[in-house]
């Protein structure tokens, strides 16, 4: 097997704001605030939607507004007309942004302290608030937000975020109060969580990452403390750790063309476990995902005794009782779709729960786990080598599993999926817009657990679209994670590969036309199989 650990961020780091202000710390020699100005001036002259229009270039009190004066600098320099609107006392600037403000003045430039109402942008270029802003924006800051909002949409033009869209909160993604919703972002040093989950996708728009000479693996050093790092802190051992940003390449040791010299026992015996009255069809679309993506057996145990002997449109699914799916030799199983509440499905998870074999949770068994705390004592006792869990929660099921509410979820993801890793000792996507993916320390390679006994291995999944907000998608995503551990995978790449892969089918179906209004879960099925066919074939080489 490829040694290569996946849980070590790689190319794509996401990078929590203390970690981003070690690293300037580390780089406090070098130029950043130039460079910074200077990428975002070259994007925003391309950006711009009429040459002929001036570019609205709003300056905040920190360091996002230093950029922003660096920028306009640049464009000025570059014979494009700015206006330039800021209200940052000079004496409270640091000393790069003090400097890049009288750069600004020096070169013929004037500042405004409103924005005009008249003049039509050909851009406009947000530079009020990076990764220093942790509440609601203040007056002026809300107003001028609202109008540059109105007048892009007026202007037809577009917006350009400087690091992060001002109010977007960079480490969680959360919105605050008078956010601006960008078109563009353009992030310095390294690429932020926030932009991926949660609000981030909707305000960010497309985000381009700008390190600024400084190297992509610069980030180990001031996570893991460099000496030029800030002396360590009693709050360090609360430091997120760096995640990464789901891409193939994350899973690819695991996309194993199949030996010519293959049979279906090979390939594993996936069960699901659920289909209760009423919900059956929830167990067929998990059993139907599983077989198609590619199990060698599929069994599908419906609660429901009215359920159907056969699924006729996969007449290859065998159809069973719950309890007798329990008795059936299984390399993997994934309980909860359609699974109901009552005694029986209790019953039967608390069996489940025993099984020696990779278990995928999601819907009602989450829920029961959350009602019954001895169902969660089972949860978190199985033995992650041998019996490794896998939870799928969203937002609403996690928020039963932390018994909080959903905004408090929804306020910080990535915590809340570390939190359920770390209690339930398990592997944890938090779905939604960025699914959160956590895995519990130790599991899968090295990863050790961050100080404060949270998971330090986490990611955050940019694939998937709104389409996805439909019924049965959960089961199908159930389905394609129990068929990959029943092919072999382990569980940290096999639901990482499951989740990226069911939102890239999503996406193809989207980008021929079927959604996302309308796109059904059952539709992602054959185009989540042709693409790990194809990322299979892609990969020959690391076979
Ligand atoms: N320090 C460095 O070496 C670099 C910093 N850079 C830029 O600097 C930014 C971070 O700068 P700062 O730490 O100064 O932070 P910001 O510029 O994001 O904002 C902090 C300032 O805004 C005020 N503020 C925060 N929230 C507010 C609110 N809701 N309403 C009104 N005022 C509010 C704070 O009191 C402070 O004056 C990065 O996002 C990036 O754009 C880049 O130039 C790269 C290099
Ligand atoms: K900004």
Redesign the pocket.
């Known amino acids: 097997m490829d040694t290569r650990s996946p849980r070590l961020p790689g190319t794509s780091p996401l990078l929590p704001a203390a970690l981003?202000?070690r690293l300037?710390?580390a780089?406090?020699a070098q130029p950043?605030?130039a460079?910074?100005?200077e990428a975002a001036a070259r994007w925003a002259e391309q950006l711009r939607s009429d040459s002929a229009r001036p570019v609205l270039v709003l300056a905040?009190?920190?360091?996002?507004?230093?950029?922003a004066f660096v920028c306009a600098t640049r464009l000025r320099e570059a014979d494009i007309d700015v206006v330039v609107v800021s209200r940052a006392d000079p004496a409270?600037l640091?000393a790069?942004?003090h400097a890049a403000r009288q750069a600004f003045l020096d070169g013929g430039g004037a500042i405004a302290a409103d924005i005009p109402v008249a003049t039509p942008w050909g851009l406009i270029v947000d530079?009020?608030?990076?990764?220093?802003?942790?509440?609601?924006?203040?007056a002026p800051?809300a107003a001028w937000t609202a109008t540059a909002q109105a007048q892009a949409r007026r202007d037809h033009c577009p917006i350009l975020a400087?690091?992060?869209p001002?109010?977007l909160d960079?480490d969680t993604g959360r919105a605050?109060a008078?956010a601006l919703q960008a078109t563009h972002t353009l992030t310095?040093?390294a690429d932020k969580p926030g932009l991926h989950t949660a609000d981030g996708p909707d305000l960010a728009g497309a985000v381009r990452i700008a390190e600024?000479g400084v190297a992509a693996t610069a980030w180990a050093a001031a996570a893991s403390g460099s000496p030029n790092r800030a002396a360590s802190t009693a709050d360090d051992a609360h430091l997120l750790p760096p995640g990464r940003l789901l891409a193939p390449a994350d899973f690819a040791p695991w996309l194993k063309p199949r030996p010519k010299n293959s049979h279906k026992g090979r390939n594993g015996e996936a069960g699901i476990l659920g289909g209760a009255p009423g919900m059956t069809g929830a167990a067929l679309l998990a059993g139907r995902a599983a077989l198609v993506l590619g199990a060698g057996r599929t069994f599908v145990g419906c609660l429901d005794p009215q359920a159907p002997a056969v699924d006729i449109v996969h007449p290859e699914l065998m159809l069973r009782r719950g309890e007798a799916l329990l008795a059936t030799p299984l390399s993997a199983l994934a309980v909860g779709p359609g699974l109901g509440q009552d005694d029986a499905a209790r019953r039967d998870l608390a069996t489940a729960l025993g099984l020696a074999v990779p278990l995928v949770l999601d819907a009602d068994a989450l829920n029961l786990v959350a009602r019954e705390p001895q169902l969660a004592a089972q949860v978190a006792a199985r033995n992650p080598g041998r019996a490794p869990t896998l939870l799928t929660p969203h937002p609403a099921e996690a928020a039963r599993l932390l018994a909080c509410d959903t905004a408090a979820i929804q306020a910080d993801r990535i915590a809340a999926a570390r939190t359920l890793a770390a209690r339930f000792n398990a592997h944890v996507a938090l779905k939604g817009c960025g699914t959160v993916l956590a895995h519990p320390p130790g599991s899968d390679g090295n990863d050790p657990a961050n100080p404060d006994g949270l998971p330090t291995a986490w990611a955050i999944n940019p694939s998937g679209n709104p389409g996805m907000s439909t019924a049965g998608m959960g089961d199908v995503l159930s389905g394609i994670v129990v068929a990959l551990l029943a092919q072999g995978w382990p569980p940290g790449p096999a639901l990482e590969a499951a989740v990226h892969l069911h939102g890239a089918a999503a996406d193809a179906l989207v980008a021929a036309g079927t959604g996302p209004v309308g796109l059904t879960a059952g539709e992602t099925i054959p185009a989540a199989r042709s693409l790990l066919n194809r990322w299979v074939g892609a990969t020959l080489p690391l076979g």
């Open positions: 981003l202000r300037e710390a780089h406090a950043l605030m460079r910074a100005g905040g009190p920190g360091n996002n507004g230093g950029d409270r640091s790069d942004a530079g009020l608030f990076g990764i220093g802003l942790a509440r609601d924006l203040a800051y400087l690091d992060v001002s109010g960079a605050w008078g310095f040093l600024l």
